[in-house]
């Protein structure tokens, strides 16, 4: 059974930094691309960032580019998301979603139960 | 960065049928096709189809999606209760080099 479980959400003060987090089980980890998604409160999906199952190639929508990175360790099986200068607009819950194929960031086979960033002072 | 277009709303009697629409350009739906994901309010979004329609195994064959040029569609036969939900589109861009999402249409059974 696949399985995502998000950690690393919570309070910070704007300016701040923050890691998620992302599990993943029940799959061959490798093989597959990831991406993080968030929702802020009452809003639509946003993607926020992708990287492929062989983690050789990342990408970052407009807004945090240059503030968040994406990485994963194999070894470990999980995904992070290191959140450097959070702004209040980067408030919502993040979601891990896993991909279709090795090079797939669009479709979310599987997703996470999300984790709850609010930045705020 | 621009999404894509979806209808804020739809609302059909149950077991009728409701064809939802996504919007981009030739950049991303017309180039790869879109993802469709249905989202109950507080749970996380559940994959439909991708790849236009192809569905992930458990979803129901009452979901199909195709595509037409730059347009994605979603049509839900047999309308249920449980249908009620937000239903999000998704494609790569490859002009962006970015996953774009639509805004969501909210679907109510009456």
């Known amino acids: 059974e696949v399985q995502l479980v998000e950690s690393g959400g919570g309070l910070v003060q704007p300016g701040g930094s923050l890691r998620l987090s992302c599990a993943a089980s029940?799959?061959?980890?490798?093989?597959?691309?990831m991406s993080w998604v968030r929702q802020a409160p009452g809003k639509g999906l946003e993607w926020v960032s992708g990287?492929?199952?062989?983690?050789?190639?990342?990408y970052y929508a407009d807004s945090v580019k240059g503030r968040f990175t994406i990485s994963r360790d194999i070894s470990k099986n999980t995904l992070y998301l290191q959140m450097n200068s959070l702004r209040a607009e980067d408030t919502a819950v993040y979601y891990c979603?896993?991909?279709?194929?090795?090079?797939?960031?669009?479709?979310?086979?599987?997703w996470g139960q999300g984790t709850l960033v609010t930045v705020s002072s | 960065q621009a999404g894509l277009t979806q209808p804020p709303s739809v609302s059909k009697d149950l077991r009728q049928t409701a064809t939802l629409t996504c919007t981009g350009n030739?950049?991303?739906?017309?180039?790869?096709?879109a993802a469709w994901l249905q989202q109950h309010q507080g749970h996380p979004p559940k994959l439909l189809s991708y790849?236009?329609?192809n569905r992930p195994s458990g979803i129901s064959e009452r979901f199909s999606a195709s595509r037409s040029g730059n347009t994605a569609s979603l049509t839900i036969t047999g309308l249920q209760p449980e249908d009620e939900a937000d239903y999000y589109c998704?494609?790569?861009?490859?002009?962006?080099?970015?996953?774009?999402f639509g805004g969501g249409t909210k679907v109510t059974v009456l």
């Open positions: 990287i492929s199952g062989s983690a050789g190639t990342t």
């Open positions: 998704s494609a790569w861009d490859s002009s962006l080099s970015a996953v774009v």
């Open positions: 790849r236009n329609n």
């Open positions: 030739s950049n991303n739906v017309g180039n790869q096709g």
């Open positions: 029940g799959f061959t980890f490798s093989s597959y691309a």
């Open positions: 979603a896993k991909g279709v194929s090795s090079g797939s960031y669009y479709a979310g086979e599987y």
